[in-house]
């Protein structure tokens, strides 16, 4: 089951009951603690008045017992607030997810856990994820996640490499966006820490937007693989690369890990619905906490 859907089924279901408690039971409850107040009063008249501190003592704690609440009831609405908190942080403010792939190396690694901003690109209603306040969109170079086109219950990281109306080319394991190479420095020996493979790192200039990538020179620049109807759809491929053209309210991803990323060369473009939020900070990595904070 998705967890926003989990986060909103615990609201409801905690919020009706924390309801429930304060117009019908939490009344009771008071109603029995006074009523067990005044009995006691009564039958213990004399040593209240004489001030023992005892009989006060067993009072009080009489009326206490009587104004708990019961265990089922402190585990739902109790909870209420912490759970409806924690939901409309993830939902609307920032969510954390963790990297189970080397697609993003060298920016991102394996065990890195992120957060991401979830209203940069729009306040979106939680679970169904429909825009309904529009504040920004993707730009090139920002790493975002998104739902998979393929299928939208699963959560994707990449980076946006072209907008809407773009044309991407990538031929001989070099990006051009609208017929504009984007510039890299001279290629460096790297070894991936998830595959301790020799890989070759550049540092790539996207629009303005400095970030690594690497590409593993024992692979030719073409697909590895049969890329899907919907990349067909946008996509022109060749032995060396391919050229595609980014539609409107969608955008091309790639992974900085160029040739060990399934990415939108295989199976296409994002459309807007599916945008989660821009990934922008790593807040753990239970192996290298070195790994803590910002990146591009």
Same mark, same amino acid.
């Given at each position: 089951m998705n967890f926003s859907l989990l986060l909103l089924i615990l609201s409801v279901f905690t919020g009706i009951m924390w309801v429930l408690d304060l117009f019908i039971w939490k009344p009771r409850?008071?109603?029995?603690? $006074?009523?067990?107040?005044? #009995?006691? +009063?009564?039958? +213990?008249?004399e040593a209240i008045d004489r001030g023992d501190s005892r009989v006060i003592a067993l009072r009080d704690a009489?009326?206490?017992?009587?104004?708990?609440?019961?265990?089922?009831?402190?585990?739902?609405?109790?909870? *209420?607030?912490?759970?409806?908190?924690? *939901?409309?942080?993830?939902?609307?403010?920032? #969510?954390?997810?963790?990297?189970?792939s080397g697609s993003m190396l060298p920016t991102l690694h394996?065990? /890195?856990?992120?957060?991401? +901003?979830? *209203?940069?690109?729009? =306040?979106?209603?939680?679970?169904? +994820? $429909? $825009?309904? =306040?529009?504040?920004?969109?993707?730009?090139?170079g920002d790493v975002i996640v998104f739902r998979y086109p393929v299928d939208p219950s699963y959560d994707y990281i990449k980076r946006?490499? %072209?907008?809407? %109306?773009?044309?991407?080319?990538?031929?001989? $394991?070099?990006l051009f966006i609208n017929g504009k190479e984007m510039k890299?420095?001279?290629?460096?020996?790297?070894?991936?820490?998830?595959?301790?493979?020799?890989?070759?790192k550049t540092t790539e200039n996207? /629009?303005?937007?400095?970030?690594?990538?690497?590409?593993?020179d024992s692979r030719g620049p073409g697909l590895y693989g049969r890329p899907y109807p919907a990349a067909l759809r946008v996509?022109?491929?060749?032995?060396?690369?391919?050229?595609?053209?980014?539609?409107? /309210?969608?955008? *091309?991803?790639?992974?900085?890990?160029? /040739?060990n990323s399934e990415d939108s060369r295989y199976w296409g473009i994002v459309p807007d619905e599916n945008l989660v939020g821009r990934a922008f900070f790593i807040w753990a990595n239970f192996s290298d906490f070195s790994r803590i904070g910002s990146f591009r």
């Open positions: 409850r008071k109603a029995e603690a $006074k009523a067990v107040s005044e #009995e006691f +009063n009564r039958a +213990n008249a009489s009326v206490k017992a009587c104004l708990r609440m019961p265990w089922w009831l402190d585990y739902t609405a109790g909870l *209420f607030w912490v759970i409806l908190l924690v *939901f409309l942080f993830r939902s609307f403010a920032y #969510e954390p997810f963790r990297i189970p394996v065990g /890195d856990f992120i957060l991401v +901003n979830k *209203f940069e690109y729009g =306040i979106r209603l939680p679970v169904a +994820n $429909k $825009k309904v =306040i529009a504040l920004g969109s993707p730009k090139r946006v490499v %072209g907008i809407p %109306g773009d044309v991407v080319e990538y031929t001989d $394991k070099r890299r420095t001279d290629p460096v020996d790297w070894v991936a820490p998830d595959t301790m493979r020799t890989l070759t996207l /629009d303005g937007v400095l970030h690594e990538t690497a590409v593993d996509c022109r491929y060749r032995e060396n690369g391919f050229t595609c053209h980014v539609p409107a /309210d969608s955008y *091309f991803v790639m992974g900085d890990n160029r /040739d």
